[in-house]
C-alpha cells in the first residue's frame, strides 16, 4: 500500500513542476479517478487548472447536478452540454473498440476547445494503472489511455495517478477529505452507459440502461461490491399485460475485486434480485426480461464492451 502522505506530496510538487506557469485542464467525470487527479491538481496550481465536466448524454442518473454540487468550490469549473454531438458521433456505431475511440477523440476535442479558450498547455488525467494494464495488453482501450486519438493538441498529459490501484486511489481521496459520496463510490466506465449498451446506442436504449443502472446501484448498496451495473444486451419475447412484447434484455451484474483486474460475482439473495427485476422491467414498457450475471473475471469482463 502507498504511503499516502508521502504519495500527495510528491504528486503536487511533481504537478507543480511540470506545469509550471502555464494552465491546465482535467477532464472530471465525478468518479473517484479523475475526481481525486482534480483534488491533488488543484492543490498543486490553483486556479491555473480549469476543471472540465463533459455531459454526454451517458452518464449515470443525475450525475450532472452531483458535480456541480461537489465541485462548486472550483471556481474554474466547466460544465457542458455536450449530448448532441457524442451521440451524432455514435449513431450506427455497433463495434465496441470504435464506440471506445470515438467517444476518447470526442472528448479530446471538448477538452482542446476549453483548454484554447483558457490558454492552458496541459491535460491532467485520473488514468490508473488497471487502465493501463488493459489498454496496453488490448483487453480493450480505455477513453483516456488507448482510446486516444494520434493527435492531441496540449504540450503535455499529466496523470498524476498512473501507478495506482483503485483501492489505493480510494486512501488518496480520503486524505484529501473528498466527501464519501466521491471516496467510495464504485467505479464507473470512462465512455459511460455507451459500453453497457450491446450494439448501437439510441435514445432509448440509454433511457433503459440509466435507469436501470439507478435501481442496481440502490438496490445492491447493502452488499457492498465493488462494481454493480445493469446493461442492455438484446431484446427477447415477453409480456406485458396482454400484449406480446419483443422487448429489451437488462443484465444485472455486480462482483467484488481488489483491484479489477480480477473479480468474483456475488451471490444475492432472491428477494432482492425480484425486487430488481421488478423495479426494472416497470420502469420502461419495452424491457421484458431480467437476468443476472454470475460469470466471474475472467473469464468475463466486468463491464460488457
Same mark, same amino acid.
Given at each position: ?10 504528486? +503536487? ?8 506557469? %502555464? ?37 449515470? %442518473? ?36 470504435? %464506440? ?97 449498451? +450491446? ?33 442492455? +444486451? ?62 466471474? %473475471? ?8
Amino acid at each position: 500500500m502507498v504511503d499516502v502522505e508521502s504519495f500527495i506530496d510528491e504528486k +503536487i510538487d511533481e504537478i507543480g513542476d511540470e506545469v509550471g506557469d %502555464k494552465n491546465a485542464v482535467i477532464g472530471l467525470s465525478g468518479g473517484v479517478d479523475s475526481s481525486t487527479a482534480a483534488a491533488l491538481a488543484y492543490e498543486a496550481i490553483g486556479d491555473q487548472l480549469t476543471a472540465v465536466y463533459v455531459d454526454t448524454g451517458l452518464m449515470r %442518473k443525475g450525475e450532472t447536478d452531483q458535480i456541480r454540487e461537489t465541485f462548486e468550490y472550483m471556481d474554474s469549473l466547466r460544465i457542458i452540454d455536450a449530448k448532441d454531438r457524442f451521440l451524432d458521433e455514435l449513431e450506427g456505431v455497433t463495434d465496441p473498440e470504435e %464506440k471506445r475511440h470515438i467517444i476518447g477523440e470526442q472528448f479530446i476535442r471538448e477538452f482542446e476547445k476549453v483548454a484554447r479558450d483558457v490558454d492552458a498547455d496541459y491535460l491532467v488525467q485520473g488514468t490508473i494503472y488497471p487502465d493501463r494494464i488493459e489498454s496496453e495488453g488490448t483487453i480493450k482501450s480505455h477513453h483516456n489511455v488507448g482510446g486516444l486519438p494520434e493527435r492531441i493538441d496540449f504540450e503535455g498529459i499529466v496523470e498524476p495517478m498512473r501507478d495506482l490501484y483503485k483501492d489505493e486511489v480510494r486512501e488518496v481521496a480520503r486524505e484529501l477529505d473528498l466527501e464519501e459520496i466521491i471516496s467510495e463510490r464504485m467505479p464507473f466506465p470512462g465512455p459511460g452507459l455507451a459500453v453497457r449498451i +450491446i450494439g448501437e446506442v439510441t435514445d432509448e436504449k440509454l433511457e433503459v440502461a440509466r435507469e436501470a443502472n439507478h435501481v442496481v446501484e440502490e438496490e445492491l448498496a447493502e452488499y457492498e461490491p465493488w462494481q454493480a451495473l445493469a446493461a442492455v +444486451i438484446g431484446k427477447a419475447t415477453g409480456v406485458k399485460g396482454d400484449n406480446r412484447v419483443h422487448g429489451w434484455v437488462v443484465s444485472v451484474r455486480s462482483v467484488e475485486s481488489r483491484d479489477g483486474m480480477t473479480a468474483r460475482a456475488q451471490e444475492i439473495d432472491w428477494e432482492t434480485l425480484q425486487r430488481i427485476q421488478s423495479r426494472i422491467t416497470g420502469s420502461h414498457e419495452n424491457v421484458a426480461r431480467v437476468v443476472y450475471d454470475v460469470t466471474h %473475471k475472467p473469464p468475463a469482463t466486468i463491464e460488457y464492451e
